[in-house]
């Protein structure tokens, strides 16, 4: 630094390459990252699905256990499992029961949220969203409790009408009772993205068709829900997405029925051969047939729709 | 949810909870969630959920040790306290965890990822899972000197019959019988010698008042039932030579099957899980006034059922031939030292003074509400637990309890069985079904596992 005529060519060097330089520079934390937190988990997880742990002898000692190429048996196993297929059917019964009807009330409620003339306006738009707020884990004990006959507040409530609370764990309407929780949880937040989206229509679109002798009922059926279509499309995309990934809601409960058991939806299936079995080989392997479905899933779901509600915009 | 939690509950917020948030709304792509389940499954994320669990000890410069112990014993850092007072050099730091089966998680994942704890009280039924992930150091040159303190019974579980040393005994955990004295006298049940008599009880009990139960046959119990089998002669694992015999099973483990199957279908016995608020409710209000459980029940029973107290009897477990004296273990652990702690002899030393120091056993028992294994410690507990002071030979009964406890051999994958337990008759319970269809898919899940690991294995 103390040779001015070093200092110069070098500042000129560095002039020229900047403009190469710099997106290269910008972008290094986020390739970084990408490749550290994402890129190589998933190439970690990938070789330990073609692994398995192997032992000689009973099995007790050091060196008893090795672990060795298991090409793919992992899949194999996992894949002509009956616990798994029956689980997997499960989660897509789950997803039609919970995406129409939490998306159906969302919409409901945003529309007669959007409708004028609707008192109380802030106060249920934020009643209606606050479950949202309320962690998954603490949602499914609540309901838990209240599923529990012995200590939920509405066998005494029912017995007044003359009436007993059904069990709500049996095998059939376990799975009602789950969605229950999700569709309450769920719906404020899809209601808010709907509403937001109703919010941004011309309001001259609305003026146009009362002139025009629309009713409410009419306003709302040929041009709100039209308009809204893509936020339509897009909570219903994220919504199958998630709740094909239902965990902490079956999870939390589990523990209060037998009817849950520890391998009752795909992702717990995971946890359990993973956590429970010791066996991170075989839930490596599941995780990769879940990623790959889901990514197929979703991007088939977002073209599909891209074509018909975006016209392939 | 399965392995016992030693009777000391998982709470249902347990940490298996805490994951992301799957809600129907999340915003996350398919692509990065499922990376992240795959993330989590692959168990690339430290597991552990204790903040301050810096996995192995560290010794400082100036020669002062840290061991780190995960236990989930309560009170256990009063106790630890009393060590640390008297060893400034090495210094134990109690680090609590909600449970047996919750601990098992995250230890194997923990010791997976190079970063357990030095310590850890390990449940005898899955010291050989541990051991045969070459988890757990052997510490016999430093502990083998204890094994004259110990029943030999317990004993064996810690070496699993080899001349290694994988932890020192800590409670011996012989099964009973509690009963509500009370209620068994308002409806006139004969307290049961033998399980044809407990049966008998059960069938006059539905029939004077439906919806009042000798206890519950719980499927997120696995100990429980592999307790009462024990009890019945069998052996769900044995080894010879280097072949393992599984026998989940047998003639013994199916007549206890079939006879819990009747008990259910008949009514007597109830067949929702245990250590739900239900049960607890149902504990405490006379809806079960029968508990086949275990000499660490008075830890539970303030908390399950603190209505109960003075109400509640200990007995011995029923019989299968009147007069016989048998019964089965439920749980109880040890303490053991990791592999990949580097204080290795300083923790051993503390797992011995833990164990057998009268101190500390005294203090296990007052504090921490747990049998001592120790024979020494077992004579000098005199006073019955607080729950129990209707019962002044609490303690006597206890020992007797111990001194007929089942030999029993645990097997390299117990885990795999208690959680095909929790599946399997999980759905029989529910359904009143068949009890012994489920016995025979944990066996046939058993054996799979093993075959798929390598072992020579065959069936019973």
């Given amino acids: ?95 039609v029961i919970l995406v129409p009807v939490m998306l159906g009330l969302a919409l409901l409620f945003a529309l007669l949220l959007d409708a004028r003339r609707v008192r109380l306006q802030r106060f249920s738009r934020l009643a209606i969203f606050l479950p949202y707020a309320v962690p998954t884990v603490i949602a499914s004990l609540l309901w838990g409790f209240m599923y529990l006959p012995t200590v939920s507040p509405f066998p005494p409530v029912l017995a007044r009408l003359g009436l007993t609370m059904p069990n709500l764990f049996t095998t059939h309407v376990a799975l009602l009772s789950v969605a229950n929780i999700g569709v309450w949880g769920g719906t404020g937040f899809n209601m808010i993205v709907l509403y937001t989206s109703l919010r941004s229509v011309p309001a001259e679109l609305y003026e146009a068709a009362r002139i025009d002798g629309a009713s409410q009922t009419q306003i709302a059926l040929r041009i709100k829900i039209p308009m809204i279509a893509p936020a339509l499309v897009l909570t219903g995309v994220f919504s199958v997405i998630a709740t094909l990934q239902v965990f902490n809601e079956p999870q939390t409960l589990a523990p209060l029925t037998n009817t849950i058991s520890p391998d009752w939806m795909p992702l717990m299936r995971v946890y359990d051969l993973a956590f429970n079995d010791n066996d991170v080989y075989g839930a490596a392997a599941l995780s990769m047939m879940i990623a790959v479905v889901m990514f197929i899933l979703s991007y088939s779901l977002l073209r599909v729709s891209n074509r018909r509600v975006f016209q392939g915009r | 949810m399965k392995l016992i939690p030693h009777g000391h509950r998982a709470p249902a917020s347990s940490p298996r909870g805490r994951r992301r948030r799957p809600h129907p709304v999340s915003i996350t792509g398919a692509v990065a969630g499922a990376a992240l389940a795959a993330l ?37 850092d009063k106790i630890v306290a009393i060590w640390n007072k008297a060893h400034p050099g090495i210094q134990v730091q109690v680090q609590s965890q909600s449970g047996g089966d919750a601990e098992l998680t995250k230890l194997l994942t923990a010791a997976k990822a190079g970063n357990p704890p030095d310590l850890a009280q390990v449940e005898y039924q899955v010291l050989p899972t541990l051991v045969s992930n070459n988890y757990l150091a052997d510490i016999s040159k430093y502990d083998a000197g204890l094994k004259g303190d110990f029943p030999a019974g317990n004993w064996n579980q810690v070496t699993l019959g080899t001349s290694a040393l994988y932890g020192v005994p ?208 077992e004579s000098a507990i005199t006073s019955p637990p607080a729950y129990f002071s209707n019962e002044p030979d609490f303690w006597t009964l206890g020992k007797q309890y111990a001194a007929e406890a089942a030999k029993v051999t645990w097997g390299p994958d117990v885990n795999v069985a208690y959680t095909e337990f929790t599946t399997a008759f999980g759905s029989a319970a529910a359904s009143k079904g068949s009890f012994l269809s489920p016995l025979a898919q944990i066996q046939s899940t058993v054996l799979n596992d093993m075959k798929k690991s390598g072992f020579t294995v065959a069936a019973s």
């Avoid at chain 1, 910008?26 to 990938?46: N, R």
């Avoid at chain 2, 499954?41 to 112990?69: E, N, Q, R």
């Avoid at chain 2, 499927?219 to 026998?247: K, Y």
């Fill in chain 1, 1 to 95: 630094m103390t040779n001015p005529s070093r200092v110069r060519p070098a500042w000129g060097a560095r002039t020229r390459t900047a403009p190469r330089l710099a997106p290269y520079v910008c972008v290094t934390p986020a390739v970084v990252l990408f490749v550290l937190f994402l890129l190589l988990p998933i190439g970690y997880a990938l070789f330990m699905s073609f692994q398995k742990s192997q032992v000689s002898g009973l099995g007790l000692g050091a060196g008893a256990r090795r672990q060795v190429f298991a090409g793919l048996s992992n899949y194999a196993t996992e894949l002509t499992d009956a616990a798994f297929t029956s689980s997997l059917l499960r989660v897509v019964i789950y997803s």
């Fill in chain 2, 40 to 76: 989590v499954a692959a168990g690339c994320s430290s597991s552990s959920s204790t903040p301050a669990s810096g996995g192995s000890s560290s010794a400082s410069s100036s020669g002062k040790v840290t061991l780190t112990f995960w236990t989930w014993v309560p009170n256990m």
């Fill in chain 2, 170 to 377: 800590q409670d011996a955990a012989p099964m009973a019988l509690f009963y509500r004295a009370d209620e068994f006298k308002r409806y006139g049940l004969t307290v049961p010698a033998t399980w044809a008599q407990f049966a008998a009880d059960a069938a006059k009990l539905h029939s004077e008042a439906p919806g009042v139960y000798l206890g519950t046959f719980s499927s997120a119990d696995p100990g429980e039932f592999a307790g009462l089998t024990q009890q019945a002669g069998a052996q769900w694992w044995s080894a010879s030579g280097s072949n393992w015999t599984v026998g989940i099973d047998d003639a013994a483990s199916q007549k206890v099957a079939s006879y819990w199957q009747s008990l259910v279908a008949g009514g007597g016995v109830d067949n929702q899980p245990q250590w739900t608020a239900a049960w607890d409710k149902g504990m405490n209000d006379g809806k079960y006034i029968a508990w086949v459980s275990d000499i660490w029940a008075p830890s539970d029973f303030p908390t399950t059922a603190p209505g109960g107290a003075g109400k509640w009897v200990m007995t011995q477990l029923p019989q299968w031939t009147s007069g016989s004296g048998v019964v089965g273990n439920w749980g109880g652990s040890s303490t053991a030292v990791m592999a990949a702690s580097k204080n290795q002899q300083a923790a051993a030393q503390f797992a011995a003074w833990l164990n057998t120091a009268p101190a500390a056993t005294a203090a296990l028992v007052s504090q921490g509400g747990i049998y001592p294994a120790d024979s020494a410690a």
